[in-house]
């Protein structure tokens, strides 16, 4: 039996294909148009281009699956699939953009637009589940087993290899891609956590019940009633916990303060979040 493409597999399939185009402007357009490297395999293969003349086309495809032969372990069947066709569509893009160049006398506008590029390339690839190999395994490696943002430890992978550009390069454009780097861990953190990301909110008050009521009809978000116990007083109260849109978290604040202005309120970060709602 055939197994059915669904609408979500196509969408997934188009923003691979975006990503890998949107990756490889950031390499041939701005990057390697401004004598800069990069990090990870792609970097590994702009040395190899800088010192062989060797297109990054060919040696991304081959240097990637032997990453893939090593690391396929630590990623799902799915992961898999997507990233064995975003390293194919990625080389497929870096040749046929090999001659997009823009030739500029400020270098930071390739840096910037390098960074920009990059970032939202891998961002939108890793946030559908796949990766663009390379230090993307590695980064997945490192957040299922040290629990690390995967943008902070690819961008750890990539400086290692943005060191050995020292062969290829002067200091100042290792420097130039350093900060090109920064840029791209940026926006693929943005694009990977969301345009909205969501805020956890924990409450103490000395009216739970009422609070929560409020937080429910006039927020229109769903409160958890957690058990506690303070440690000097050993007296329990009842905590409220709510994760809702950073948008609204200035609406909860004043709600809680005219309410209880006496209320302990903690604000914490939420990078993902799953299922419509807290009851």
Request: no cysteine.
């Amino acid at each position: 039996m055939t197994p059915r493409i669904t609408v979500q597999t196509l969408i997934n399939i188009a923003v691979v294909i975006l990503g890998s185009f949107l990756f490889s402007i950031g390499i041939n357009t701005f990057m390697i148009a401004g004598n800069l490297g990069e990090g990870g395999v792609t970097g590994l293969a702009i040395i190899l281009l800088y010192a062989f003349d060797i297109s990054p086309a060919v040696s991304t495809l081959i240097l990637n699956g032997l990453l893939l032969i090593v690391g396929f372990r630590y990623l799902s069947r799915r992961a898999m699939y997507y990233t064995i066709f975003a390293v194919i569509m990625m080389s497929m893009f870096l040749g046929l953009t090999e001659t997009w160049t823009i030739q500029s006398d400020e270098i930071m506008l390739n840096v910037i637009f390098g960074g920009l590029f990059i970032g939202l390339g891998n961002g939108l690839v890793i946030r559908i589940g796949a990766t663009t190999a390379g230090s993307a395994i590695i980064g997945r490696i490192a957040h299922k087993f040290l629990d690390v943002k995967i943008a902070t430890a690819i961008l750890v992978a990539d400086l290692i290899v943005i060191l050995l550009s020292l062969t290829v390069l002067t200091v100042e454009k290792v420097l130039l891609t350093v900060t090109a780097m920064y840029i791209a861990v940026k926006v693929m953190d943005f694009i990977i956590e969301g345009m909205n990301p969501k805020k956890a909110v924990t409450i103490v008050s000395e009216n739970p019940e009422a609070l929560g009521t409020l937080i429910n009809s006039e927020i229109g978000r769903g409160v958890t009633m957690l058990n506690g116990k303070g440690f000097y007083t050993r007296t329990e109260k009842d905590i409220l916990y709510v994760v809702i849109n950073k948008s609204k978290l200035v609406r909860l604040k004043r709600l809680i303060k005219k309410y209880d202005e006496n209320a302990f309120v903690v604000v914490n970060d939420v990078n993902s979040v799953l299922g419509n709602s807290f009851v």
